[in-house]
């Protein structure tokens, strides 16, 4: 049975630093991309940063370049999301997300976490 399972969203004040976790079971960690997605209310859900496990090679949405990095620990089936400098307009229910082939349409994705919220407090 394939899980993903996140934690690591709290309440944070602008500027501030959080760093959430993804951590995969049930299917071969590596050779798959993994997307962090995020939705705030009344807002479409949309992609912040993949990595594709099998090279790290790494992706990231305009908005959240040079503040997010996305990094993976094969030893124990997780990636990572650090978010820093926070900004009010970065609060939102954070999912991740994996798929076999990298890009930002959530359809490409089979397997999805149940998400972790995140707080930005200005």
């Known amino acids: 049975q394939v899980q993903l399972v996140e934690s690591g969203g709290g309440s944070v004040q602008a500027g501030g630093s959080l760093r959430l976790s993804c951590t995969a079971s049930?299917?071969?960690?590596?050779?798959?991309?993994m997307v962090w997605f995020r939705q705030a209310p009344e807002k479409e859900r949309e992609g912040v940063a993949m990595i594709y496990t099998g090279t790290t090679a790494t992706t990231y949405a305009d908005s959240v370049k040079g503040r997010f990095t996305i990094s993976q620990d094969n030893a124990k089936d997780t990636v990572y999301l650090q978010m820093n400098s926070l900004k009010p307009e970065d609060a939102a229910m954070y999912y991740c997300?994996?798929?076999?082939?990298?890009?930002?349409?959530?359809?490409?994705?089979?397997?999805w976490g149940q998400g972790t919220q995140v707080t930005v407090s200005s």
């Open positions: 997300a994996a798929g076999r082939q990298c890009s930002w349409q959530q359809s490409d994705f089979g397997y």
């Open positions: 049930g299917y071969p960690f590596s050779h798959y991309c």
